[in-house]
């Protein structure tokens, strides 16, 4: 069950978006929620990054420094098979 809440917006968006919810046959209150879902869900999405249970593992293993992937490689790759 919902709450009351008291917005004050311009009376040209109001009017706006009255045809609007007419239009796609939908309420005021509706498309209201659906875009603070959408802010919400925006939020979330900044806050957890890359959301698989590997990348939350290994978050900030590395530091923020920046690094050569490829050096690292070809270290690791010369160590295990140049002798």
């Known amino acids: 069950m919902g709450k ?7 009376e040209e968006i109001i009017e706006e978006i009255k ?3 007419m239009k796609n046959n939908r309420s005021i ?3 209201t929620e659906d875009i603070y879902r959408q802010i ?3 939020n979330e999405k900044k806050k957890k990054g ?3 249970t590997i990348a939350r593992k290994y ?3 590395l ?6 992937i490829d050096s690292i ?3 690791y790759l010369k160590e295990k098979h140049v002798k």
Not at 63 to 68: H, P, Q, R, S, V
């Open 59 to 61: 978050k900030g293993i």
């Open 50 to 52: 890359i959301n698989t």
């Open 40 to 42: 919400l869900a925006e």
């Open 73 to 75: 490689k070809l270290s």
């Open 19 to 21: 045809i609007y919810a």
């Open 4 to 10: 009351k809440l008291t917005l004050h917006i311009d």
């Open 29 to 31: 209150s509706d498309i």
């Open 63 to 68: 530091g923020k420094e920046n690094i050569d």
